[in-house]
């Protein structure tokens, strides 16, 4: 596997999708900006270059939780103490203060609740799932709605 070499100079769209070796399906590259929302309001998440959540520790205690908008890039930081390994109660919108906890879907690594923003690059928006339990990395966009963000990028530009 090639590592992910600096492309800059190639322009936008090479460093926001690319081709994988393995087969000829186009996906979206480590370091990708997405543009963030939350699925009830509709407002942009981003604050200060970061997607700002409000979270409920499992101990009931309500703080700030904020992750990087760039995909596979893990920074988060917190206003309070979040255990690592410990699954947060509720993720929230920062804006309209509805959960963000997606119903029915576990992460993929273990049967932990995850929550669910929207993202995108252009104008189409997609559900991004990612897991609720601190120090898990799992997050998922659908294959399929990956796709459609990519053509979406790919036209515009
Ligand atoms: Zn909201
Ligand atoms: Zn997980």
Known sequence: MTSDRDTRKGGWEDLAWRKTRYNDRTVLKSGSFL??????????LLHEGMVRLETVTA?????RLELSPYLNVFER???????????VKDLRCSSCHASLKAEGRV??????AVACVLVGISTIR??????MREGCRWQLIDPDDEHKIILDDSREW
């Open 35 to 44: 543009n963030t929302f939350c699925p009830h309001c509709g407002e942009s």
């Open 126 to 131: 997609v559900p991004f799932f990612f897991c």
């Open 107 to 112: 992460c993929g690594n273990e049967p932990s």
């Open 59 to 63: 101990e009931g205690v309500e703080g």
């Open 77 to 87: 930081r917190s206003d309070i103490h979040i255990p690592e390994g410990q699954e």
